[in-house]
């Protein structure tokens, strides 16, 4: 038998004990049996039991004192679990509270800031259109100060360009000027050599044909017919030298009155004169003076050159037609006409004035911006004031007439430049078909 001091808990396996235990003190207990349980099985050479397979198993414990133990150490548990559960809830309590109170303070401090933030972008607003004014006015200021002195420097800079461009585009044309005069004047010297041979061939030519008379006429026209008549004309009249120039101021007179513009002409047959389209195309001109207004003829008709215009100034040739013819006289005669298709290099004459030939560049932009094959640019040697219609005569030593008419002078000036004329053997065709007919000839 065992002492009586032992509680003994029987135990079988059939119905497990722990679905009995509740709490933390039966717990505990139960755990204490199994820590027995286990020092007892392994005891060795203990009594010996039957298999737990044949019989209940029976186990005695002397547990009193582990179970109070164990009973003492739940309750301290449960206690300081208590303590610990009152603290949590303290704790938890005290949490709360300051979380109401953070999320209170950080309502009030989010509050805050969104009117700070609205305080600011009002200010960071007005700041920056009292800026942007500024600024605005600040940069068109300065970019009309820049505009202004960027004007100033484009302009200074223009007319420095302009004065550098001017001047060189005024000394490439001075050169190009004096190349171009040069290289004319050197063509027109090789080209005069070469035709004063080729007239010289000519006369030869003709000197041959002269055997025959019939000949001789056959290839004269009807210009150079008519200078032999005036050579002939002069000569049986007893002039036997001739030393003015075939020219006469007249003055043109409309019904009567005298015409306040003055134009000189040529005499150039006993009924006629030549002179500019300009001095007839807007008068009525009926009667003309002659030899110093000494000889009044009266106008049959008036021959302007079909395709004269004023605007430009082309074919600027007429003719006036007298009623009767003029008697010859020592100094009132027709001129006869040049009738070479090549200038003369020398020996121009205007009333007594040497004229001289120049390069056809240094008319252009003066009168003319390009000089047609039928005009000729001239400068006289004496300076003087120039008529419409003024003759510009040739002197050849070769003929009894020496004066030839060369051109006529189409427009007035009395500035020393070079100026345009016409050349009337342009137009020997036209003068002859009305002053030479060919039934006269």
Known sequence: ???????????????????????????????????????????????????????????????????????????????????????????????????ERWNERLSAEVKETQRLNERMSAVVKATEERWNESVSAEVKATEERWNERMSVVVKATEERWNESVSAEVKATEERWNERLSAEVKATEERWTEKMSI??????????????????????????????????????????????????????????????????????????FVLTAADCLSSHNVTTLELNLYIVLKK???????????INPALNNIGLIEMNSEVEYTFDLYPACMYTSAFNPKSGLME??????????????????????????????????????????????????????LVGIIGKRSCIDEPYVITNVFAYLD????????????
């Open 430 to 441: 036209f003068i002859e078909s009305i002053v030479w007919p060919k039934k006269e000839n």
């Open 299 to 309: 106008v049959k008709a008036i021959h302007i050159h079909p395709e004269f215009s």
């Open 198 to 271: 080729l007239e010289n061939k000519f006369k030869n030519l003709s000197n041959q044909l002269t055997k025959s008379p019939d000949i001789a006429t056959l290839h004269k026209r009807p210009a150079e017919l008519a200078c032999e008549k005036i050579t002939s004309k002069l000569q049986s009249i007893g002039v036997t030298s001739i030393t003015d120039v075939a020219v006469h101021l007249g003055a043109f007179t409309e019904g009567g009155f005298k015409l306040w513009e003055l134009c000189y002409f040529a005499l150039i047959d006993t009924r």
């Open 351 to 404: 009333r007594g004035t040497k004229v001289q030939i120049v390069a056809d560049s240094e008319c252009l932009n003066k009168h003319t911006t390009q000089l047609l094959p039928n005009q000729m640019c001239v400068k006289s040697l004496t300076h003087n004031c120039r008529q419409k219609g003024e003759p510009i005569f040739v002197l050849n030593e070769e003929t009894f007439s020496k004066h030839q």
């Open 1 to 99: 038998m065992r002492s009586a001091s032992y509680t003994i808990y029987k135990l079988r396996t059939a119905k497990p004990i722990w679905l009995k235990i509740e709490n933390c003190e039966k717990k505990m207990v139960f755990i204490a049996l199994i820590v027995a349980l286990l020092q007892a099985a392994s005891t060795e050479g203990s009594n010996q039991e039957p298999s737990l397979d044949d019989v209940p198993l029976s186990i005695y414990v002397d547990a009193s004192k582990e179970i109070d133990y164990f009973i003492s150490l739940a309750k301290s548990i449960d206690e300081k679990q208590r303590i610990l559960e009152e603290a949590l809830a303290r704790l938890s309590a005290e949490v709360k509270a300051t979380e």
